[in-house]
């Protein structure tokens, strides 16, 4: 059974930074695509990044140049790394792989 759990959210003010987790469990992430995902207040689900078990890694456009994806196969664990946050960047972020999608962890950008 896979078992994702994503942390590091919180509230941050716009220009902020902050560092989401996805650790896992009943699925290797070096062998697997892993997504995150968000979905914001009234609004679809939407994919965000990816990384393939190659290492190479996609952004939707509008965090292409903001967002950072990155994994550490010692610790089965998927980084995101978001900055220069914005206010629409607000939504409940999940990761995915596999069949599974953790619960989400929110991301707050508010003054």
């Known amino acids: 059974e896979v078992q994702l759990v994503e942390s590091g959210g919180g509230l941050v003010q716009p220009g902020g930074s902050l560092r989401l987790s996805c650790a896992a469990s009943?699925?290797?992430?070096?062998?697997?695509?892993v997504n995150w995902l968000r979905q914001a207040p009234g609004k679809e689900l939407e994919w965000v990044s990816g990384?393939?078990?190659?290492?190479?890694?996609h952004y939707r456009d509008s965090v292409r140049e903001r967002y950072t994806i990155s994994r550490d196969n010692a610790k089965n664990t998927v980084y995101l790394q978001m900055n220069n946050l914005k206010p629409e960047d607000t939504a409940i972020y999940y990761c995915?792989?596999?069949?599974?999608r953790g619960p989400g962890t929110q991301v707050t950008v508010s003054s």
């Open positions: 995915a792989a596999g069949d599974g």
């Open positions: 009943g699925v290797t992430f070096s062998a697997s695509v």
């Open positions: 990384i393939y078990p190659s290492g190479g890694t």
